[in-house]
């Protein structure tokens, strides 16, 4: 007889096999699939891994691949390609060379268009700066450096234009510049601003002159109170053209030697190079070196 509707069905007969479930039709199918998985993103260089500016994390390889830096990332194939970035204290290492490398172009961009001005007066401002260096190009900036404590100017500057053609225009026309009594160098920041201070050649042929009439081995203050009585009303202050001191500026005079004397450790000497009596001078100082250091080995030797 036929079951009424809503009947349970019937309890299956001890040892009687259970019933196949129907299998599921090609539209179930096509309806529960899940979408086919992301491409593989391969990485093959570090710049690969941070497309987007961000560090990849420790173990990854590729997106959608990540291992945790042990033996699961060292079986990853190699096939595709992959580089393992292997923590982020390394990602971190790459980001800060890249910036650092950065930096420096971006620097030497800068220094390109950049003259460093040196001896200048403590009087000058930036507006005369700009005044003179102006007639080689169009100024983007003049930083007079100053003391941090002070604010007192350092007597050096850098000077920068928009063009660098005007660097080297500024070098031709503006190095050995006066004002406020004081002979302005320029160099290009590019190799470094360094510059070499020289006294003119007028006056150096004056003191090659008296070193030659009367005071070689002379002591170098005497040379300049003599030059100073040969040109009455005139100082010789070497300031003017860079240098500390007379004593720098003598050492710059193409064929004088400057020696320190024998006994005064503070008093300097002028001679020609080579001349029988800059010889004189160099056998007496050998022989003072030799004696120091007889009495070195024999305190020494004395000892308990």
């Known amino acids: 007889a036929a079951e009424p509707p809503g009947a349970p069905a019937p309890a299956a007969a001890p040892g009687a096999a259970s019933p196949k479930p129907a ?102 401002t930036e507006d005369e700066i700009r005044e003179w260096l102006g007639v080689c190009g169009t100024i983007v900036s003049v930083k007079l ?36 009594d004081r002979v302005m160098r320029v160099a290009s920041a590019q190799f ?40 009455p009303g005139k100082k010789l202050d070497t300031s003017r053209w860079g240098f500390k001191n007379f004593s720098t500026a003598m050492k710059t005079i193409e064929g004088l030697q400057i020696e320190t004397h024998l006994e005064k450790k503070l008093t300097n000497l002028a001679f020609f190079q080579g001349s029988p009596a800059h010889v004189v001078f160099l056998e007496q100082k050998k022989r003072k070196e030799e004696e120091k250091a007889a009495e070195a080995a024999q305190a020494g030797g004395a000892g308990p």
């Open 145 to 180: 450096s100053r003391d941090k404590a002070t604010t007192h100017l350092l007597g050096y500057a850098h000077v920068q234009f928009d063009d660098a053609a005007a660097v080297a225009e500024a070098v031709r026309r503006c190095d050995k510049h006066e004002l406020h």
């Open 192 to 231: 470094g601003g360094k510059v070499q201070f020289e006294l003119p050649e007028e006056i150096k042929e004056d003191i090659r002159g008296l070193v030659k009439e009367a005071y070689e081995g002379k002591n170098l203050s005497c040379i300049k109170d003599a030059w100073q009585k040969r040109h």
């Open 23 to 124: 299998a599921p039709s090609a539209a179930a199918l096509s309806s529960s699939s899940t979408a086919p998985p992301p491409p593989l993103r391969v990485i093959s260089t570090y710049e690969d891994a941070t497309e987007d500016g961000s560090a990849p994390a420790s173990g990854s390889l590729a997106a959608g691949a990540s291992f945790d830096g042990g033996a699961s990332a060292a079986a990853a194939p190699k096939a595709a390609g992959c580089v393992h970035i292997e923590d982020e204290a390394t990602a971190a290492g790459h980001r800060a060379l890249r910036d650092l490398q950065r930096r420096v172009r971006a620097a030497e961009a800068i220094n390109a268009k950049t003259v460093f001005v040196t001896n200048l007066s403590f009087k000058v």
